[in-house]
């Protein structure tokens, strides 16, 4: 597809589980973003890479949260040690080049029991 | 930088004025955003402002007007359709190297 895809669009898990959530943004975009959306908090961005680098990890709420990014393509984000206050829709997003406007996924809903 | 959103939700009639209101503060001119977002999808961009003329027109019939002066960029559609009702959100970027920061979100409610 043309858009930005995400997997998988819904998980459920139990606290203290590991997750690992998937971003493969639109062909050729170098920039690459993570939000979380989670009701009360509106949207947090968690990281952001240009290419393979993350010059920007000011987001990251905790060193439960890491993420990566291969080949300048396909992100993972990985929450280890699952929360309840993890709970809430992860939101990928990409652009072509960091100042141009950015698509975003459908988003990965992450319940955490 | 930060975007306020006056109005957590937003009433209108069918074919009525849509008015969402943005004011950002940032100490560099900024790169404005718009987008709008329906249930269980992620966002999608409705216009942008980056430089050059401030009155944008977007997607879907919306336009948003920069005005410098009073560090605000509100969102207006002439007439509101069904299909309107969802979420918007303004955001703000100072920089290519920096993230967006969005505002809190309007949600829009069109009624028959």
């Known amino acids: 597809g043309a858009g930005v895809s995400q997997s998988p669009s819904n998980k459920v898990t139990e606290k203290g589980k590991d997750v690992e959530l998937r971003c493969d943004p639109i062909?050729?975009?170098?920039?690459l973003y993570w939000y979380r959306q989670s009701l009360g908090q509106g949207l947090e961005f968690l990281i952001y890479f240009q290419g393979n680098s993350a010059p920007d990890k000011s987001g990251l709420p905790s060193d439960r949260f890491s993420a990566e990014r291969t080949g300048g393509s396909v992100s993972t984000l990985t929450i280890q040690r699952t929360q309840q206050e993890d709970s809430a829709v992860y939101l990928c997003?990409?652009?072509?080049?960091?100042?141009?406007?950015?698509?975003f996924g459908d988003g990965t809903r992450l319940s955490i029991l | 930088q930060s975007v306020t959103q006056l109005g957590s939700h937003v009433s209108v009639s069918e074919g009525a004025l849509v008015l969402l209101r943005c004011n950002y503060s940032?100490?560099?001119?900024?790169?404005l955003f718009w987008y709008v977002q329906y249930p269980n999808q992620g966002l999608q961009l409705l216009l942008k402002?980056?430089?050059?003329?401030?009155l944008v027109k977007g997607i879907n019939g919306f336009e948003a007007e920069f005005k410098k002066s009073e560090t605000s960029f509100h969102l207006t559609k002439p007439s509101a359709h069904m299909s309107d009702a969802a979420e918007y959100f303004c955001a703000v970027m100072v920089s290519g190297n920096t993230p967006l920061v969005f505002g809190k979100g309007t949600r829009l409610s069109v009624i028959a």
């Open positions: 940032s100490s560099v001119p900024p790169y």
């Open positions: 062909s050729g975009h170098t920039a």
């Open positions: 402002y980056t430089t050059g003329a401030t």
């Open positions: 997003a990409s652009s072509i080049e960091p100042n141009q406007p950015q698509h």
